[in-house]
């Protein structure tokens, strides 16, 4: 699968850490491992250290109101390709809707929906 990124959602237990592997350069092992040795930690918590602090150090931008529409738009697109094309265009639009934005049933606890009144 050259060319694509696989996603993966490794699955934690409750109150646990996930495992991570990562491969990483000899360099980059001699360079982390030195740092590591500095602050008297481990190597996997070293990696864990520096990790908190890149990301502390950079936070991930924040959506701006056009990209969640962007987000949906892409996440409709997608939806649609995989979606059996001998479906019918109304069992086609309830299946897209259906998944982005979910289970009627849950429509009162989507925090990106205005409430009803009742």
């Known amino acids: 699968m050259s060319g694509h990124r696989m996603h993966y959602s490794p699955a934690v237990r409750p ?5 991570s592997a ?3 350069s000899q ?6 491992d030195a740092w590591a040795e500095a602050h008297q ?4 918590d070293a990696i864990r250290r520096l990790l908190e602090l890149a990301l502390a150090a950079s936070p991930p931008p924040a959506l701006q109101p056009g990209d969640t529409l962007a987000i949906e738009r892409d ?4 939806i649609e390709d995989m ?3 001998t479906l019918p265009a ?8 259906r998944l982005t934005e979910g289970p009627p049933e ?3 606890q989507r925090v990106d929906l205005p409430k009803h009144q009742r």
């Open 15 to 19: 109150r646990e850490d996930a495992v």
């Open 22 to 24: 990562v491969k990483l």
């Open 27 to 32: 360099q980059l092992t001699a360079t982390i």
């Open 41 to 44: 930690l481990t190597r996997a």
């Open 75 to 78: 996440a409709v697109r997608q």
């Open 83 to 85: 979606l059996d094309p």
């Open 90 to 97: 109304e069992e086609r639009e309830r299946r897209v809707r």
């Open 106 to 108: 849950f429509a009162d």
